[in-house]
């Protein structure tokens, strides 16, 4: 698989998850929609650009998901810690943000798998 058509479902993935977040809790989730719609959008674009030969986008794009992998390992703990000290309506959002960390890792493997020179 080449690493635009990674960053184009990684991305779509985002989007899923953001609006996953966002149905689960409308009064209070408005960022996951938000974050999860602007990063997707990012990827599907830095994926669409790569496709087209910009060798830079692949690059561009581990880093992105590296800092959303920081970021959603940031989040998740936080979550996952809500969840422990007995906020059991935060079990959702703490599993799908673990999901988002998890892709995003499953993301970064793939892209540097791929060769520098492919699209």
């Known amino acids: 698989m080449k690493s635009g058509t990674i960053l184009i479902f ?3 993935f985002l989007i899923v998850a953001g609006m996953a977040g966002f149905l689960s809790n409308p ?15 990012i990827q599907i674009v830095v994926g669409t650009i790569s496709l087209k030969g910009w060798k830079p986008a692949r690059k561009l794009g ?18 996952w ?12 959002a703490a599993s799908l943000i ?3 960390l998890a892709a995003s890792i499953v ?3 793939l892209l540097i798998k791929q060769k520098p020179s492919a699209a």
């Open 27 to 41: 009064e209070k989730a408005k960022t996951a929609l938000m974050s999860g719609g602007t990063f997707g959008l």
């Open 81 to 92: 810690m809500a969840v422990a000290g007995g906020q059991s309506e935060k079990i959702f």
């Open 107 to 109: 993301a970064i493997i």
């Open 10 to 12: 990684y991305g779509l």
């Open 62 to 79: 581990i880093g992105i998901c590296a800092f959303l992998a920081l970021t959603f390992t940031w989040r998740s703990i936080v979550s």
């Open 98 to 100: 673990s999901t988002m």
